[in-house]
T-cell receptor
Framework: KQEVTQIPAALSVPEGENLVLNCSFT??????LQWFRQDPGKGLTSLLL?????REQTSGRLNASLDKSSGRSTLYIAASQPGDSATYLC?????????????FGKGTHLIIQP | DGGITQSPKYLFRKEGQNVTLSCEQN?????MYWYRQDPGQGLRLIYY???????QKGDIAEGYSVSREKKESFPLTVTSAQKNPTAFYLC??????????????FGPGTRLTVL
């Protein structure tokens, strides 16, 4: 069974720090990996998508990496701000280019202290 | 504005009743999805549809039904057979092209509570 795991479940850091969120997956036959942000009571906002052929993607202060051989992805947030406080979810697609569903981790709840 | 809309935002249901959750997208996406989110369990796939008039069961389809009569619409019915329907329901969509990123985009969600 394909599983996605996120550690830690919760993280609290002072404003301005750089931080790394971790995501691991059990099956290296991954098609792509997507990082999302979720604010309380809201839907998911897509942050970054990394294809299996890519090593990393960047968007502003966010950088996501993918290492298929070790089954790991990381989301790096530079110069954290209180507005970054949210739950961050990673999700893997195992389809071969079709449009099957995603397998989600349980998320990391991030709090940035002002 | 292009995007995904879900209605209603909050829904209350009595035990034994069927309810239908609406999902509409104007992104011209072929594929649509329904997920359920419970505290501490993450998102789980209920049903997905890659094209009009076709849909597939996900990991937790029991007690749910869907239809896909139009490209832009993918309603989810929660039937009385669903034993624990109280949850946050999220609809998503993506393009469906082989070899292309299938980035999924999500709606704002519907919170269903069974009284």
């Amino acid at each position: 069974k394909q599983e996605v795991t996120q550690i830690p479940a919760a993280l609290s850091v002072p404003e301005g720090e750089n931080l790394v969120l971790n995501c691991s997956f059990t099956d290296s036959a991954i098609y792509n990996l997507q990082w999302f942000r979720q604010d309380p009571g809201k839907g998911l906002t897509s942050l970054l998508l990394i294809q299996s052929s890519q090593r990393e993607q960047t968007s502003g202060r966010l950088n996501a990496s993918l290492d298929k051989s070790s089954g790991r992805s990381t989301l790096y947030i530079a110069a954290s701000q209180p507005g970054d406080s949210a739950t961050y979810l990673c999700a893997a697609s195992y389809s071969g280019g079709g449009a099957d569903g995603l397998t989600f981790g349980k998320g990391t709840h991030l709090i940035i202290q002002p | 504005d292009g995007g995904i809309t879900q209605s209603p935002k909050y829904l209350f249901r009595k035990e034994g009743q069927n309810v239908t959750l609406s999902c509409e997208q104007n992104l011209n996406h072929d594929a649509m999805y329904w997920y359920r989110q419970d505290p501490g369990q993450g998102l789980r796939l209920i049903y997905y549809s890659q094209i009009v008039n076709d849909f597939q069961k996900g990991d937790i389809a029991e007690g749910y039904s869907v239809s896909r009569e139009k490209k832009e619409s993918f309603p989810l019915t929660v039937t009385s057979a669903q034993k624990n329907p109280t949850a946050f329901y999220l609809c998503a969509s993506s393009r469906r092209l082989a070899g292309i990123n299938n980035e999924q985009f999500f709606g704002p969600g519907t919170r269903l509570t069974v009284l």
